[in-house]
């Protein structure tokens, strides 16, 4: 071969080794008790920090919260949990609340298990990288920790398949779901798609309720589904408050409340995200350095 060509051939199979995808690893899963999947590089990246409120700051959702957090204890403790869905009102607390259980699950004596020794891992997976999910889950099947995989803000349009993919995933497949992962979702909607969807659906198909059936039973595969509503006035008082104690503001009840019907008023509803902004925005002006 002749020697002036070598250089040019060791360039094109670096490039091709950058176009193709690495194997997937699990490298570095001892480093942290939180990740997310990139698929395109293979591996989980480690987030040495999760933005959460402690869950018992999460008011008006006390039904919610006691469901998600026995079933993500139970999981922890290698008891039997099913794959949740959290589905409902923007704002309620649906990822906080996921969150908020995975940090409470690794509290150890009180508090924070240390780096990469907590019990249950948290591997956020975005809704793109969907079609990935066997890949991931493989992967995971051959650790000895427990997982919880998670998509927030779930939800498919009308030619979108990865609805059959994640169906087959929780399903469970021939291979069957491994034990030691768990998949909650969070969702504006309740069957995970729009209304006009479904209604198109009806009126389009040569079988309706089939048609319709297919597409709204991913839903029921997610054992435990937990709705969140729209927030009246007094719980969004008590969010308000809550957060305000935890940060030991200096305000009186009247004048807390009087402010905060007025920020959501500005914001047009009320909503546990609402009630966060506005408590932000109270600290820094009650700051010394304001």
Not at 75 to 97: E, I, Q, T, V, Y
Not at 147 to 159: A, R
Not at 250 to 274: K, P, Y
Request: hydrophobic share 40%; with cysteine.
């Amino acid at each position: 071969m002749d020697s002036d060509l070598l250089p040019a051939l060791d360039r094109i199979a670096a490039a091709l080794e950058r176009l193709s995808p690495p194997p997937p690893t699990l490298k570095g899963l001892d480093e942290a008790d939180a990740f997310v999947w990139h698929p395109s590089l293979g591996r989980l990246t480690p987030v040495e920090h999760v933005a959460h409120v402690d869950i018992d700051l999460l008011q008006g959702v006390a039904m919610q919260r006691g469901l998600v957090l026995d079933n993500t204890l139970h999981f922890a403790r290698g008891l039997p949990a099913n794959n949740a869905m959290l589905w409902g009102a923007r704002g309620m607390g649906k990822s906080s609340l996921v969150k908020a259980a995975h940090a409470r699950a690794n509290l150890v004596d009180g508090r924070p298990a240390a780096p990469g020794q907590g019990r249950l891992v948290l591997v956020e997976i975005q809704r793109e990288d969907l079609a990935t999910l066997p890949d991931l889950l493989a992967l995971l099947r051959t650790s000895p920790r427990r997982f919880i995989v998670f998509c927030d803000d779930l939800s498919f349009e009308s030619e979108d398949a990865d609805y059959k993919a994640l169906k087959s995933v929780l399903d469970g497949g021939i291979s069957g779901r491994p034990d030691n992962v768990l998949f909650y979702a969070t969702s504006n909607r309740r069957h995970l798609m729009p209304r006009d969807m479904i209604d198109n659906e009806r009126s389009t198909a040569i079988n309706p309720s089939e048609a319709v059936e297919e597409k709204v039973s991913l839903s029921d595969r997610f054992g435990l589904w937990v709705g969140f509503h729209n927030c009246p006035q007094d719980v969004f008082l008590d969010m308000a408050r809550a957060y305000a104690h935890a940060r030991r503001l200096r305000i009186d009840d009247a004048e807390l409340t009087q402010r905060a019907n007025a920020w959501s008023v500005t914001r047009g509803g009320r909503s546990g995200r609402v009630a966060f902004q506005f408590i932000e925005n109270l600290t820094a002006e009650l700051s010394p350095q304001a």
